[in-house]
């Protein structure tokens, strides 16, 4: 009997475990879970997806797909008229008229990466 008891604590607590997305590493933001954060991305046809905004910055987060995250970012900036010119280590660095703009980009996982964005540039 005892052995089923523990059996039913020990599914439940892996059940919470994987449901929270608890098994992710820690996010560089605090507004907004790890599990509502992959929920936004699997629920969206977009390839970068926002997932909130804190301090002075816009966060995003796409899947990493063999590459194709910093493409995908590249897109999403030339698309609303920035110009890319380089990438030094983890930030891309854009041009939009006299503007210039860094996005600081971090792997989440070995399959997600995160962009940091400063609020507003998609209205410059």
Do not use: C
């Amino acid at each position: 009997m005892k052995k089923w008891i523990l059996i039913g604590i020990v599914a439940v607590i892996i059940v919470f475990f994987i449901s929270s997305k608890m098994y992710y590493p820690p996010l560089p933001i605090s507004s907004i879970s790890k599990a509502k954060v992959i929920s936004k991305l699997k629920e969206s046809n977009e390839n970068v997806v926002k997932i909130t905004e804190e301090d002075d910055y816009q966060w995003y987060i796409t899947e990493m797909n063999q590459g194709k995250g910093y493409k995908y970012l590249k897109n999403m900036l030339v698309e609303k008229g920035w110009t890319y010119k380089t990438q030094e280590g983890s930030v891309f660095l854009f041009e939009k008229e006299n503007k210039k703009l860094g996005v600081i980009t971090r792997m989440w996982t070995k399959n997600y990466v995160i962009f940091k964005i400063e609020k507003g540039w998609d209205s410059y």
